[in-house]
């Protein structure tokens, strides 16, 4: 049987994470709301870095919803081929700018359920739009918010995306969610990564049963 963190275990450990990453915030870059709603789309199952390095010619050539949507997916695939799953990317996002045109007169919506409406943004898109663009609070659960909550647990070994969202904004101040959700990834990238974790010297290791199992 597994002990689980308190919900005051749980905001100190990301504490911690804050303190040894001050500065963790967003890594990607984009000049506008849309552009910015693009980035994230792109980034599923890619690094930032490599999102990065693309936009520029993708956001100098569609500058504005209504230049994208008047686009075809084989008009964006050779500015996004470097990435995975291009095909279906390039997909998401004309049928995004066509929507965004159609439904909400080219602006990006600021809620929930009209961003999930959007091709291409699930619950987590939606989450780092709101948190971003418009300080909305939200959570936003990667894979690395994930890995690092179940490792720790501060949720069960098969806690759903929306359990593992849902206890973390129960067990840190709202105000300190977007935060929390940087400092989360920051961890999980540089130090309690999917291989290989730095689990021997990490200062959450006392109340880390993974990372003790992972040092005997």
């Keep these: 049987m597994i002990n689980m963190l308190s919900n005051a275990e749980i905001y100190q450990a990301i504490q911690v994470m804050r303190r040894e990453y001050p500065d963790a915030g967003t890594t990607l870059t984009a000049d506008t709301h849309f552009h910015f709603l693009l980035a994230v789309i792109l980034s599923a199952q890619s690094t930032d870095q490599s999102v990065n390095q693309l936009t520029p010619a993708l956001f100098e050539r569609f500058p504005l919803p209504k230049d994208l949507a008047a686009a075809e997916p084989e008009d964006v695939e050779p500015y996004i081929k470097r990435l995975g799953l291009y095909h279906n990317k390039a997909k998401y996002l004309?049928?995004?700018?066509?929507k965004l045109v159609t439904d909400?007169?080219?602006?990006?919506?600021?809620?929930?359920?009209?961003?999930?409406?959007?091709?291409g943004v699930g619950r987590k898109?939606?989450?780092?739009?709101?948190?971003?663009c418009f300080t909305i609070p939200a959570f936003p659960v990667d894979t690395h918010v994930s890995r690092v909550a179940r490792r720790l647990a501060m949720v069960p070994p098969k806690a759903s995306l929306l359990a593992?969202?849902?206890k973390l904004m129960e067990a840190v101040p709202e105000d300190k969610w977007l935060d929390a959700h940087h400092s989360m990834i920051f961890w999980g990238r540089y130090r309690c990564m999917a291989r290989n974790?730095?689990?021997?010297?990490?200062?959450?290791?006392?109340?880390?049963?993974?990372g003790q199992q992972n040092v005997l």
Excluded: H, Y
């Design 94 to 98: 004309v049928n995004c700018a066509r």
């Design 104 to 119: 909400f007169n080219g602006g990006v919506p600021q809620t929930l359920k009209e961003l999930t409406s959007l091709p």
């Design 125 to 132: 898109v939606a989450d780092v739009v709101l948190a971003e």
């Design 164 to 166: 593992i969202e849902k």
């Design 197 to 210: 974790p730095r689990c021997s010297d990490c200062p959450l290791l006392p109340m880390c049963i993974t």
